[in-house]
């Protein structure tokens, strides 16, 4: 299973970091998906195993065992919604 990181800002990256470390495999979801392709943190984050996907991506929440929200995601994310539709 995989950890899915919400936004993958400064504290979606170090989560993302530390669950990499820990030889966890992660999903991150950012609206701005493709600009975070050229950036340096994120291209080592990629190369270390993190998937970066976009936040409009059918994320197959069957493969989702745990999933961090980072602090600027609004509550009403429709990502979110579908999560907490699982519970």
């Known amino acids: ?4 990181v919400i936004g993958m800002g400064l504290s979606g990256r ?3 970091l530390t669950l990499l470390r820990m030889q966890k ?4 979801v ?3 998906y493709l600009m975070l392709q050229n ?3 994120i ?3 990629i190369e270390s195993g993190l998937e970066l996907v976009s ?11 745990l999933a961090i929200v980072s602090p ?3 509550p009403d994310h429709l990502l979110l919604k579908a999560l907490n539709s699982t519970e």
């Open 72 to 74: 600027g995601i609004s």
């Open 55 to 65: 936040d409009t991506y059918p994320v197959p929440l069957q493969e989702i065992d």
């Open 43 to 45: 291209l080592s984050l």
């Open 25 to 28: 495999k992660v999903m991150g």
């Open 30 to 32: 950012d609206k701005s």
């Open 1 to 4: 299973k995989k950890t899915l």
């Open 14 to 16: 170090s989560v993302a």
């Open 39 to 41: 950036d340096p943190q």
